[in-house]
């Protein structure tokens, strides 16, 4: 049998110590009086017993080992993994201890930044922090993304500006069944994580948070997938309400364990110049040795806002769309039920939030009303919704194929369906500032020389 421990590297006036004294020791013949060789291999430190070796097993049989060598070996080691074979003792960093240098040395780099991305959506999100990050002179290419819904895997398979890298990789599968194997090393993870435990929406709380029958577990999966990636930042997007859940808890318990620390806040989208109010969590973890990343950062970047007229697309709009609409709006003549009819005009430059039952003509929705006849209204078409949401690149005209019923995977319902799937999607400027905040970061504190001795090669 073969025994390795943990044993910490403290920092002392003299250099990094660490003290050896145990049965597996003794067993492995470092006993009071034995001479050994100290040998520094680079990155991790041996020791073998020799009879013209220049050190000697302390009264008690304690080897201790404090030196200049072992700082320059485990400079940014608190603890090392000890191995004890016979005649011989073998120190590495511990494995929690080279996955924070690997993930901290490659963010420093100065490199390309590599993006992974889990629970994708349509990737409108990654696709505006991407943004951001080139806004802010940080080049980056994504290296996977995984969504499982096969028709939103559709619309991102077509934002072709998140696939600038010819090695990339779209899994359209479910992550709790999935092989992570297949992932590769990253230096962020954008997670848009299943809100449906969290939202507004769930009102029953035998399916919240830890206990909704398909969300619920997710989280474990995602920190497996965290390990295998090891980024050193990650994002996460979600309702407010996960801020107070069990799910985030336990997130943050394990996280902290491992070498990360986190920012959080809410970004609402009006405030940043969109349409919408629709207000979401974001949440940073960073490694633990990275000058803390602050959500208070984010700004907003647009001095001015578009006006409702500048998304509108009458050629989408059949007459047939023009209804008075009169059971809404005299719903919302009775104060009591709390809901109001919103006409919005061309001039406007808020609107209401475009909820995934967007479709469904509902109390507190968006309506246009007509230029002429005050009495009919429509609602948004699809391709307008897109770009409310600023759905550019291949995604609009994906979009588009899917509520005509052209996409692979549509035969009824189409038009609901793309904006369902829109209306899942985030208020996309709050979300480019954020890259722009966190591209800032990376550039300003975080491309430099590494001053690190202890190195490792990059790899999955």
């Known amino acids: 049998m073969q025994v390795s421990e943990t044993l910490s590297c403290k920092d002392t006036s003299k250099g990094k110590r660490t003290f050896i004294k145990n049965r597996e020791s003794i067993k492995a013949g470092y006993v009071e009086g034995a001479r050994y060789r100290f040998i520094n291999h680079g990155d991790h430190i041996e020791l073998v017993l020799d009879n013209n070796g220049d050190r000697v097993v302390s009264k008690g049989n304690i080897v201790d ?19 004890y074979q016979n005649e011989r003792i073998v120190l590495k960093a511990h494995y929690s201890e080279q996955q924070v240098i690997k993930r901290e040395q490659s963010i420093k780099s100065g490199g390309t930044v590599r993006i992974g991305e889990v629970f994708a959506g349509t990737g409108n999100l990654s696709l505006q922090i991407k943004r951001g990050l080139k806004q802010s002179g940080v080049s980056s290419k994504h290296l996977f993304a995984i969504e499982r819904c096969k028709d939103k895997s559709y619309i991102l398979s077509a934002n072709d500006e998140l696939w600038d890298n010819k090695d990339a990789r779209l899994f359209t599968d479910d992550i709790m069944m999935m092989d992570v194997g297949q992932l590769t090393a990253v230096d962020v993870l954008i997670v848009s994580y299943p809100c449906v435990g969290f939202s507004m929406m769930q009102t029953d709380k035998a399916k919240r948070d830890l206990r909704h029958p398909e969300a619920g577990v997710l989280f474990v999966k995602l920190l497996e997938i965290i390990s295998k990636t090891n980024p050193s930042t990650i994002i996460i997007e979600n309702s407010p309400r996960m801020r107070d859940s069990d799910t985030l808890y336990i997130m ?33 973890y960073t490694s633990k040795g990275l000058t803390p990343f602050n959500v208070s950062n984010i700004k907003p970047q647009l001095s001015s806002v578009r006006k409702v007229e500048e998304i509108l697309e009458p050629h989408t709009v059949k007459e047939t769309d023009w209804k008075p609409y009169s059971y809404l709006r005299n719903h919302a003549k009775n104060s009591a039920h709390g809901h109001g009819f919103f006409a919005a005009t061309p001039a406007d430059t808020k609107l209401k939030t475009f909820g995934a039952n967007y479709a469904k003509a509902q109390p507190d929705s968006s309506f246009l009303q007509h230029p002429e006849n005050k009495d009919l209204f429509r609602m948004f078409t699809p391709s307008e919704h897109a770009n409310i949401r600023r759905f550019d690149t291949g995604m609009h005209k994906a979009i588009l194929e899917s509520s005509e019923g052209k996409g692979p995977y549509y035969q009824r319902g189409s038009k609901m369906r793309a904006h369902k799937m829109m209306g899942d999607s985030i208020a996309p400027l709050p979300w480019f500032a954020a890259g722009l905040a966190i591209g800032n970061w990376i550039k300003e504190n975080h491309i430099v020389k590494s001053n690190r001795r202890y190195t490792f090669s990059q790899t999955a």
């Open 252 to 284: 943050d318990t394990v996280l902290s364990t491992t070498g990360y620390r986190n920012t959080e806040g809410t970004l609402k989208g009006d405030d940043f110049g969109d349409f919408e109010p629709r207000e979401r969590l974001i949440k940073i």
């Open 65 to 83: 080992l404090q030196n200049k060598t072992m700082s320059t070996v485990f400079a940014d080691v608190d603890r090392v993994n000890v191995e």
